[in-house]
Every structure is written in C-alpha cells, then in structure tokens.
C-alpha cells in the first residue's frame, strides 16, 4: 500500500499514546513519511472505560508525502467497548477493527454507554479481528514474577505487536526503546518485549491478518538526517537555537497549561545551553517575568493557551509601550473560558490582534506544521530582537502534540545572523536618549541596566519622544501611538512575500493560515482546480497579499473558528471573502474541504 492510517484507542491507561509513539517511531526509522494526531481526554481521570476516558492515537505513514493525519483509520485498535463507541463513526468502511475481546462483557457495555445492545452485531461492514489481548498477554507473562496488575499493563506492547506484524513493521527499535526505557528493571524489560512478541506471532496465526500483512515502502523525501519531531519541541529547539544565534540567553517564564506545558518541560532540560525556566505561580507572573528578563538583556519567552494569553493582556501591553523585545507562544486550544483544553481549534487570533486595551499593536506569526515549528520559533525571535516590539507566535493543539519527520537544518546555510539592537555606551553619545529610533525601522535600542552611559527609566505611562519621560501631552501621545504602529507596519519590509500554490490560473483563491496547512494544502492538489495562499505572517502581512488577492474572483478562508481571518481581511482590504469554518477541536478532513471547492467553484459568487 501507498499509504495508511492507523488509529489506536482505549482507556487513559491503556498505554495508547507510548503504542502510538512507537508505531510512528518505528515507520520513520524504516523510512516512511508521516503525520500523527494524538487525542487526549481532558479529564485527569475520568471513570474507567467510559466515553469521557478515552485516549487515542493516529497515524499516516506512507511511502509518500504525508501532510495530515488522515481522514478515516483504515484499522482501528479499540482496547475496550468505550473507544469501539468514540471511534466507529471514523473507521473507512470495510476497514479492519481489532478488538480486545476480553473487555466486551456486560459491565463494559454498561460503562461504554451501550443501553440494551450488543454493539458487536453491528460490525458487519468491518473486517473484525476479535483478540483475547489482556488474557493472551496474561498467559505470554505466566511465567514471569511480576503481579497480575504489572502483567496487564503490558497489553498495549501485544496489541502494538499485531499492528507490527500487519504491517510489516521491524520489532527491533522497538525492542531497543524497551530496553532502555525500563534499564534498572529486568523482569518489566523482559515482560514488555515477550508481549510485543507474543502479539506479532499471535496476529500471523490469525487468517483475517496474517494472509494479508500489508507493505508500505520507503517513502522519496529530499536526502538528509531526520528525526521525528513535535511541535512543541521543535519550538524550544527553535529559540535556543535562536538565542545561541542572537549571542544572548533564553529566559522563559511560564505556568502550565494544557497544551502548552510541555514547551516548558523540554526547555528546563537544557540549563547548560544558557536557559532559564521560571515555574510562575500565575500567568501574569510568567508574562512580567519575562519581560524583567528582557529588560535585563535575555531572549524572553513566555508560554500559553487561550485562557492564559487572556491573563497576560495587560503585561503584553506594558511589554508595548517598553518597547522591549518579548516572544509570547500561544498553543490554541477549543475556547471560550476553559472550553476544550485537549482539542485543537485557531479561534485566538482575533485576541492576539486586538485583545488589549489602546491602539496596541503587535507582530502576529503562525506555525503550520509540527517541523515548521522550529522555522518560526526562529523568525519570532529574530523580528522581536531586531524591531523592538512584542511578537505572538500562534500554534495550535493539533501541531503542539502532533510529530512528523524533521531535516536537520544547515544553520549556517539557513538561518540568517540576528542582529539584537544593544546600545553601545560608547555610541550613546553625552546623554542618552532611551526612545531615539532607528530612522529606517524606527526600533528604539536595547540598554542594558548597570551600564553608567544608559542610564533610563522605563514604565508603564506614555514616554515623550527620545527622552523617554513621562508625558501627558496630547500631540506627544498621538506621535507615540502612530509611531508604534508603524514600527509594526515597516516589519512588512523584512519578511518573505507571499507564495501561491496550486492551480494559478483557477477562479478560485483558498486561504489558510496556521496549522490547517496540511489539509488545506493536500485537498488543494488532489482537487486540482484551485490556487492556494498559506498565512504566516498576520501582523504586517506580506506586501502582496493585496495584489494577490485581488487577483482571483472567488475567495474562500479555511479556518477553525467561526471566521475571524475572514473577517480581517473582509475588513483590512475592503474584499468580500467567503469562509468555511469548523469548530469541532479536529482538524479537517480532505475530502470535505475538497467537497467545499466544488461547491464555492459551482456556486460561490463572483466578488467584485
């Protein structure tokens, strides 16, 4: 097969998110392309094999390019009958469901949901796979010391080993993860892999797998060593990297947020590389930590989710009218208030652009995808140390937990030097004036406190021009506002123009922006009558994006929320834009934005 899409679910404790990990692990060691899409509960512990608890994993992996995690599995692994109940809907008609038969009993229909029904008689369309997989791998371990409990968590390594052996996967990175993993305990060693292995003989036995064990080639990926990488620790990579450029440390303040925390956990692995972690007790802390830290000469980070860039609005503001550079992260989650804390959704955006009172305007980026993060954890980095202003860089929960294959980088080939704007005392002059600008990117410069020449005051309240005292005069004020708008408005003039992809000459232009490139993008070439804009830059965007937008008379915006880039570029060039919006915390499907391109070819008017 060309490509494959695999889901495994089951209880929070089933093991299914390490299964998932190992499978995707393992395809892009034997040289497959692709995307993976984990899907957590939001409850810490929700009831045991109910609805509410259920974990599940997806991968696509193929011997092509690979951009989404899939539309529908064609197998599902369901552990218990809750995640037969969460997940039947998605699984491709005639696909293959594998089923740990030992938990479909009475009491596990109960918990599922299941009211007066026997959901097993209605598999019919399915080739189903019932396994004994708890009793099976109980039996694998009998002889082994360990408690029947420790023996049961091993089923997630026997169900791994069917789907191994189904697809023709290699036990043996695998095997050595294990070994590793569980190094100071031999018998839990042993126990994992003899249930690996049990479940890849058992699935060779069986005629619904094992006579039709399915190969998927080496996909053909540019030359180069990858790794497999996620979001949020392509991003920490990106600003240490980043900050080791600029020749400056990294300070990150943070409180933790799903899905956001785990930016925070990568990057306090790392103190020998010049970083600095700071565990605030709220996120208004984090955020004015952070910005004592740039003040203090760091590359400053601060890290959220939708609830919490809420919290930090005003701090972002006084980080504003410092003029400090300061990078806020947000990982979108399903809003409004505590909303879907576990599901992805693009629903900040009109928050990050308008969500803090004045006229306050900051540089907004979005990722597009898991490896990209580490591109534009870069790019935040360089703008904010270059410009002087406050940069948010969106990404979302899909890219946060989701992984993909990732080239190592040339730096020095691909990564520009970044050039901080620190004040030279011997420059400064007789008297230092903390606001005078750069004339052409009208960037005050960074001074570091303890230097004698720099000394200045900072604050909240309005500055005069250049000296940086506090000023009620009104013409002052409004030269100061207009002054920070522009500075974010030149920006525009140190980043890429946009690129179109797709069918140029189609009627209809699709916009995307963040991490819907993947769907957007793949739906755009199997459809093949469409041309294609991807957004990363929405605060300045791209010099072209007018011109090129005015170039097609049908546009439609793709978004996960209920239509706010639709909106700002309804009302920033004057267009009438038409929109396709999703807000169910998952990603889209290709087959249904491809239905959305027919529609809008066939029916969408022609704007003006």
Same mark, same amino acid.
């Given at each position: 097969?060309?490509?494959?899409?695999?889901?495994?679910?089951?209880?929070?404790?089933?093991?299914?998110?390490?299964?998932?990990?190992?499978?995707?692990?393992?395809?892009?060691?034997?040289?497959?392309?692709?995307?993976?899409?984990?899907?957590?509960?939001?409850?810490?512990?929700?009831?045991?094999?109910?609805?509410?608890?259920?974990?599940?994993?997806?991968?696509?992996?193929?011997?092509?390019?690979?951009?989404?995690? *899939?539309?529908?599995?064609?197998?599902?692994?369901?552990?218990?009958?809750?995640?037969?109940?969460?997940?039947?809907?998605?699984?491709?008609?005639?696909?293959?469901?594998?089923?740990n038969i030992d938990a479909f009993n009475e009491l596990?229909?109960?918990?599922?949901?299941?009211?007066? =029904?026997?959901?097993?008689?209605?598999?019919?369309?399915?080739?189903?796979?019932?396994? #004994?997989?708890?009793?099976?791998?109980?039996?694998?371990?009998?002889?082994?010391?360990?408690?029947?409990?420790?023996?049961?968590?091993?089923?997630?390594?026997?169900?791994?080993?069917?789907?191994?052996?189904?697809?023709?996967?290699?036990?043996?990175?695998?095997?050595?993860?294990?070994?590793?993993?569980?190094?100071?305990?031999?018998?839990?060693?042993?126990?994992?892999?003899?249930?690996?292995?049990?479940?890849?003989?058992?699935?060779?036995?069986?005629?619904?797998?094992?006579?039709?064990?399915?190969?998927?080639?080496?996909?053909?990926?540019?030359?180069?060593?990858?790794?497999?990488?996620?979001?949020?620790?392509?991003?920490?990579?990106?600003?240490?990297? +980043?900050?080791?450029?600029?020749?400056?440390?990294?300070?990150?303040?943070?409180?933790?947020?799903?899905?956001?925390?785990?930016?925070?956990?990568?990057?306090?692995?790392?103190?020998?590389? *010049?970083?600095?972690?700071?565990? +605030?007790?709220?996120?208004?802390?984090?955020?004015?930590?952070?910005?004592?830290?740039?003040?203090?000469?760091?590359?400053?980070?601060?890290?959220?989710?939708?609830?919490?860039?809420?919290?930090?609005?005003?701090?972002?503001?006084?980080?504003?009218?410092?003029?400090?550079?300061?990078?806020?992260?947000?990982? %979108?989650?399903?809003?409004?208030?505590?909303?879907?804390?576990?599901?992805?959704?693009?629903?900040?955006?009109?928050?990050?652009?308008?969500?803090?009172?004045?006229?306050?305007?900051?540089?907004?980026?979005?990722?597009?995808?898991?490896?990209?993060?580490? &591109?534009?954890?870069?790019?935040?980095?360089?703008?904010?140390?270059?410009?002087?202003?406050?940069?948010?860089?969106?990404?979302d929960g899909y890219i946060a937990n989701g992984s993909?294959?990732?080239?190592?980088?040339?730096?020095? &080939?691909?990564?520009?030097?970044?050039?901080?704007?620190?004040?030279?005392?011997?420059?400064?002059?007789?008297?230092?004036?903390?606001?005078?600008?750069?004339?052409?990117?009208?960037?005050?410069?960074?001074?570091?406190?303890?230097?004698?020449?720099?000394?200045?005051?900072?604050?909240?309240?309005?500055?005069? +021009?250049?000296?940086?005292?506090?000023?009620?005069?009104?013409?002052?004020?409004?030269?100061?506002?207009?002054?920070?708008?522009?500075?974010?408005?030149?920006?525009?003039?140190?980043?890429?123009?946009?690129?179109?992809?797709?069918?140029?000459?189609?009627?209809?232009?699709?916009?995307?922006?963040?991490?819907?490139?993947?769907?957007?993008?793949?739906?755009?070439?199997?459809?093949?009558?469409?041309?294609?804009?991807?957004?990363?830059?929405?605060?300045?965007?791209? #010099?072209?994006?007018?011109?090129?937008?005015?170039?097609?008379?049908?546009?439609?915006?793709?978004?996960?929320?209920? *239509? %706010?880039? %639709?909106?700002?570029?309804?009302?920033?060039?004057?267009?009438?834009?038409?929109?396709?919006?999703?807000?169910?915390?998952?990603?889209?499907?290709?087959?249904?934005?491809?239905?959305?391109?027919?529609? =809008?070819?066939?029916?969408?008017?022609?704007?003006?």
């Amino acid at each position: 097969m060309e490509q494959v899409v695999i889901r495994f679910s089951g209880d929070s404790g089933d093991g299914m998110q390490l299964t998932g990990t190992q499978f995707s692990n393992t395809s892009a060691q034997m040289g497959n392309d692709l995307a993976t899409f984990p899907d957590f509960p939001a409850e810490i512990r929700a009831p045991q094999g109910t609805v509410a608890g259920i974990s599940g994993f997806q991968i696509h992996f193929g011997a092509n390019s690979i951009k989404t995690p *899939g539309d529908e599995p064609d197998v599902l692994v369901a552990m218990n009958p809750a995640a037969l109940k969460a997940n039947i809907e998605d699984l491709k008609p005639g696909g293959t469901l594998i089923l740990n038969i030992d938990a479909f009993n009475e009491l596990g229909f109960k918990k599922a949901g299941y009211v007066n =029904e026997d959901p097993l008689g209605q598999l019919g369309s399915y080739q189903v796979v019932q396994a #004994k997989i708890t009793s099976q791998t109980m039996e694998a371990l009998h002889e082994l010391d360990l408690d029947a409990k420790a023996k049961r968590r091993c089923k997630n390594f026997y169900a791994l080993g069917m789907t191994y052996f189904m697809f023709t996967r290699d036990l043996n990175p695998t095997i050595e993860w294990i070994k590793d993993k569980f190094s100071g305990d031999e018998l839990l060693t042993q126990a994992n892999i003899t249930a690996l292995k049990a479940g890849y003989n058992f699935a060779d036995t069986i005629q619904v797998i094992g006579d039709k064990a399915v190969e998927v080639g080496k996909a053909d990926i540019e030359p180069g060593i990858y790794r497999q990488i996620s979001g949020n620790t392509a991003l920490s990579w990106g600003f240490i990297y +980043a900050a080791e450029n600029a020749g400056v440390d990294l300070f990150l303040g943070s409180y933790p947020i799903t899905p956001a925390s785990d930016i925070l956990h990568e990057l306090s692995k790392h103190k020998q590389m *010049g970083v600095k972690t700071f565990q +605030a007790e709220d996120e208004i802390a984090a955020c004015c930590a952070a910005i004592g830290a740039s003040y203090a000469g760091s590359l400053a980070i601060t890290t959220s989710a939708g609830p919490g860039i809420a919290l930090k609005s005003e701090a972002l503001n006084l980080a504003l009218m410092l003029e400090l550079p300061l990078v806020v992260i947000d990982v %979108q989650r399903g809003g409004p208030s505590t909303g879907l804390p576990t599901k992805t959704e693009q629903s900040d955006l009109n928050m990050v652009m308008h969500g803090r009172n004045g006229d306050s305007p900051l540089i907004v980026l979005a990722a597009r995808s898991p490896s990209d993060c580490f &591109k534009m954890a870069f790019e935040a980095a360089r703008l904010t140390l270059e410009h002087m202003t406050p940069v948010v860089l969106l990404t979302d929960g899909y890219i946060a937990n989701g992984s993909t294959p990732w080239k190592l980088p040339d730096l020095d &080939k691909d990564y520009p030097k970044i050039q901080p704007r620190f004040m030279d005392p011997l420059a400064a002059g007789e008297k230092f004036l903390p606001y005078r600008r750069d004339a052409e990117k009208l960037a005050r410069y960074w001074a570091l406190p303890g230097t004698p020449e720099l000394m200045h005051r900072l604050g909240g309240l309005e500055k005069e +021009a250049n000296t940086g005292n506090v000023s009620y005069d009104p013409e002052n004020h409004e030269a100061m506002v207009q002054v920070r708008e522009e500075k974010v408005n030149r920006v525009a003039n140190y980043i890429p123009e946009q690129v179109i992809e797709g069918n140029l000459q189609s009627d209809l232009l699709v916009i995307s922006w963040g991490g819907t490139y993947g769907s957007v993008q793949t739906a755009v070439a199997e459809h093949g009558n469409c041309a294609h804009i991807h957004l990363q830059y929405l605060n300045p965007m791209p #010099k072209n994006i007018e011109e090129i937008l005015n170039k097609y008379p049908k546009r439609l915006v793709c978004e996960l929320n209920r *239509g %706010q880039l %639709q909106k700002l570029i309804q009302a920033n060039f004057a267009l009438k834009v038409n929109g396709y919006f999703k807000v169910q915390g998952k990603p889209f499907k290709v087959k249904e934005l491809k239905d959305r391109f027919d529609f =809008e070819l066939e029916n969408g008017s022609q704007h003006e």
